[in-house]
């Protein structure tokens, strides 16, 4: 990544750091034991990269002896949770300083768009055991399923208020990676799966998920004196799906695709 690019990536992320580690969603158990079912029975040492503020590296630490999470980005660090057997650290997913051949998992979670791939992959098979497995997810715009109504309006903040300020690299999770597979030669077998986790979430917490958006904290900078979009939005889906108070609680779907890249045969 150039110094530049990675410059801009910072400051993206380092804006929204607080809500980003309060508000974007934990990831299901399900999800962990649909990975771990395709992975090297060894549990030893699992590697997360670019952790953010550490959702994946909690849930990887319940299956894993030791978790090392590692993230280029300080203030996102600061928000990560504190737990006995994960060690975070400043490091970028591309150039770990970690040695050969030491993890049984590597982990990438809503982050692999963001990578230099051609320096990525090299990288993280040389970290792990011959026998590892790079997991590699993310998840799709959410939606509320049998509420049509609340949903455009969602939809609609994502596509069109929003839609011009995301990155241009938003479209490979539109895309579920289908365009940033490995090459065979780092490893040779990749397993698709599709899932979704579902999560009950007060009008406050979907505004909260949603200024975590790095798309939200763009347009916010680009329109340092106008009006605050999400407020406009809140009326909307307020109205939209009968809530009474920011309190009342509606049910949030995050469709989920994994990538497990490995040398299997």
């Not at 990544?1 to 299901?28: D, I, N, Q, W």
């Not at 490091?91 to 990578?115: R, Y």
Request: proline fraction near 6%; charged fraction near 20%.
């Amino acid at each position: 990544m150039s110094t530049a690019a990675f410059s801009t990536l910072s400051g993206l992320f380092s804006k929204g750091s607080a809500s980003y580690a309060k508000f974007r969603p934990e990831y299901p158990a399900a999800l962990y034991n649909v990975i771990l079912q395709q992975a090297s029975p060894a549990r030893d040492l699992a590697v997360d990269l670019a952790t953010g503020s550490g959702q994946a590296a909690k849930g990887l630490s319940k299956h894993f002896a030791c978790v090392i999470a590692l993230d280029h980005n300080a203030d996102q660090l600061q928000h990560a949770g504190k737990f006995p057997n994960v060690r975070f650290q400043e490091g970028a997913a591309e150039n770990t300083g970690l040695g050969d051949g030491i993890a049984d998992l590597a982990a990438v979670a809503q982050a692999l768009h963001w990578f230099h791939l051609p320096t990525f992959y090299p990288e993280a098979r040389r970290i792990l055991k011959p026998e590892g497995t790079l997991a590699i997810w993310g998840y799709d715009t959410a939606n509320i399923p049998k509420q049509d109504e609340a949903n455009q309006v969602l939809q609609t903040f994502y596509q069109e208020t929003m839609g011009p300020y995301w990155s241009k690299r938003r479209r490979h999770i539109d895309n579920h990676y289908q365009d940033l597979e490995p090459p065979p030669e780092t490893f040779k077998r990749v397993h698709r799966i599709e899932t979704q986790m579902t999560r009950q979430m007060s009008l406050s917490e979907l505004i909260g998920y949603l200024s975590s958006w790095s798309a939200y904290n763009t347009f916010k900078d680009s329109n340092p004196n106008g009006p605050d979009v999400l407020l406009e939005f809140k009326q909307e889906i307020k109205t939209a799906a009968n809530m009474k108070s920011d309190e009342s609680q509606m049910t949030v779907l995050f469709p989920i695709f994994v990538l497990l890249c490995n040398n299997k045969a």
